[in-house]
């Protein structure tokens, strides 16, 4: 699979317009979000992959798929919280949960892929209670969460929610002049779940 995914990003580079993520996509509100992401499916060897090997979004931030594979596809994701189908026409599709999924062209397992959703918060902020977001108002009941979190990137991982229907928390930081790093993941049920989401990292001065 790692060879098949190397071809790919060999075959595609030059070829696609990806619309990449700003700084202000970490502290966007829901009302004036960063443009989508961009991703395409292309046919590499006969098979459907992806053109873009990953993608990282913060929730609340839209992922736009296009076609130029031609004919019709299903885009899913392998632990079955999405599936959709692609014609000539672009999809464009919410990121609501933190986590990291693995997305599939017609279930092809070579084009597997990640699409990994950050959590939502502050970059940086005084030593006072600060907010963090893992699912935005538009997600669906019957979900849970879990996030961890670290004081400083080699600090020791420790769980802050566990399987909560809580959609974001405060934190009241005990330190000061620290970096705090938090990844959640989503539950689509109590044993099928997202990956971690990437590291969301706040400085608290």
Same mark, same amino acid.
């Given at each position: 699979?790692?060879?098949?995914?190397?071809?790919?990003?060999?075959?595609?580079?030059?070829?696609?317009?990806?619309?990449?993520?700003?700084?202000?996509?970490?502290?966007?509100?829901?009302?004036?979000?960063?443009?989508?992401?961009?991703?395409?499916?292309?046919?590499?060897?006969?098979?459907?992959?992806?053109?873009?090997?990953?993608?990282?979004? =913060?929730?609340?931030?839209?992922?736009?798929? !296009?076609?130029? *594979?031609?004919?019709?596809?299903? @885009? /899913?994701?392998?632990? &079955?919280?999405?599936?959709?189908?692609?014609?000539?026409?672009?999809?464009?599709?919410?990121?609501?949960?933190?986590?990291?999924?693995?997305?599939?062209?017609?279930?092809?397992?070579?084009?597997?892929?990640?699409?990994?959703?950050?959590?939502?918060?502050?970059?940086?902020?005084?030593?006072?209670?600060?907010?963090?977001?893992?699912?935005?108002?538009?997600?669906?009941?019957?979900?849970?969460?879990? =996030?961890?979190?670290?004081?400083?990137?080699? !600090?020791?991982? *420790?769980?802050?929610?566990?399987? @909560? /229907?809580?959609?974001? &928390?405060?934190?009241?930081?005990?330190?000061?002049?620290?970096?705090?790093?938090?990844?959640?993941?989503?539950?689509?049920?109590?044993?099928?779940?997202?990956?971690?989401?990437?590291?969301?990292?706040?400085?608290?001065?």
């Amino acid at each position: 699979m790692g060879r098949n995914r190397g071809r790919l990003s060999a075959a595609v580079t030059g070829a696609l317009v990806v619309i990449g993520l700003t700084s202000s996509a970490m502290s966007a509100t829901p009302a004036i979000l960063p443009p989508a992401d961009a991703v395409f499916l292309t046919i590499i060897s006969g098979q459907c992959m992806f053109g873009l090997e990953s993608s990282q979004t =913060v929730i609340g931030q839209g992922l736009d798929f !296009g076609n130029s *594979a031609g004919g019709t596809h299903t @885009v /899913s994701d392998e632990a &079955g919280f999405w599936s959709f189908k692609i014609g000539s026409n672009p999809v464009a599709k919410p990121t609501n949960h933190a986590g990291t999924y693995t997305w599939l062209c017609d279930g092809n397992e070579a084009s597997a892929a990640p699409i990994g959703v950050r959590m939502s918060g502050p970059a940086s902020t005084s030593k006072k209670p600060f907010k963090l977001i893992w699912a935005n108002s538009h997600a669906y009941g019957g979900y849970r969460y879990s =996030v961890q979190y670290k004081i400083g990137s080699s !600090g020791k991982v *420790a769980t802050w929610r566990s399987k @909560v /229907s809580a959609r974001f &928390g405060t934190l009241s930081p005990s330190r000061s002049n620290v970096t705090y790093f938090f990844r959640a993941m989503t539950w689509r049920t109590s044993t099928v779940g997202s990956g971690w989401s990437a590291w969301k990292t706040v400085h608290v001065t």
